[in-house]
């Protein structure tokens, strides 16, 4: 077992964003520990493997967010696999395109579940963690430009990013003085399954053909184009590393200039 290098957690990993934050941790040296649901154990072996071939190191696990004796697991192997955690990234989460008027309970619910008490929980295991090693660490959280500035037909997934914003900001002020500093990204419109399915429904809803609401939206964007996960992984490399160090509380926007804060 090694505890020289940088142990990190990245929750969601097995494909998009969470891939991307996952091979690039890999490739500055973290141990990177690629975690997702049991159903998508093919794309964390995917995942693992892309950082063993780029010359890292991973480890693959499984987790549900959402179930706390999981993700205290999930911590549990990461000081098995590396000695301690130092960086954690609560990548994981779901989201749904619907009316907010025909929205289920059940549905609300879910997300709640998935994109905030995942976090919540997430965030209390990895601080736990670090402040028993007393040497600080650093928590990320995914938020979104959805937590500045909502979107139609995501009224309760943005309401999610909104929470982790104050979770994030609450967290970072009660664990400074562990040394913790706990920080969100936040990404726009990003090429991934998870836009391709919400440019789907939007465009049906609008009466546009698939592909037309994403460059409808994509139109805002300053710089030219739809982000890809290597544009959000360069953000969190940043707040996984010293660079950082001096910067908690904040949800630091990934979009192309489509909403300034």
Do not use: C
Request: glycine share 12%; aromatic share 6%.
């Amino acid at each position: 077992m090694s505890t020289s290098s940088s142990v990190a957690v990245v929750t969601g990993s097995a494909r998009g964003i969470g891939q991307g934050i996952a091979e690039r941790l890999g490739a500055d040296g973290h141990h990177v520990i690629v975690a997702d649901l049991p159903t998508m154990r093919e794309g964390v072996d995917e995942t693992v493997a892309a950082i063993e071939k780029a010359g890292g190191t991973a480890t693959g696990t499984e987790v549900d967010v959402t179930d706390q004796a999981s993700v205290e697991s999930l911590v549990a192997t990461a000081v098995e696999a590396g000695g301690k955690l130092d960086v954690f990234v609560a990548n994981a989460g779901i989201a749904q395109v619907e009316p907010l008027i025909e929205y289920s309970k059940a549905d609300f619910e879910k997300i709640l579940d998935v994109n905030v008490t995942g976090v919540f929980l997430s965030y209390q295991a990895a601080a736990k963690q670090m402040i028993e090693q007393g040497n600080g660490g650093k928590i990320i959280g995914a938020a979104s430009i959805v937590a500045f500035r909502p979107f139609a037909l995501l009224s309760p997934y943005s309401a999610t990013k909104w929470a982790v914003r104050g979770l994030t900001q609450g967290a970072a002020m009660e664990w400074a003085k562990h040394g913790i500093t706990v920080n969100a990204y936040g990404p726009g419109i990003v090429g991934t399954a998870m836009w391709d399915l919400i440019d789907e429904k939007l465009a049906a809803e609008e009466g546009l053909a698939k592909g037309e609401a994403i460059k409808k939206y994509a139109g805002d964007i300053l710089l030219g184009r739809v982000s890809v996960p290597e544009d959000v992984a360069n953000l969190v490399s940043f707040l996984a590393s010293e660079d950082s160090d001096y910067v908690t509380g904040q949800t630091m926007l990934v979009d192309g200039g489509m909403q300034f804060s």
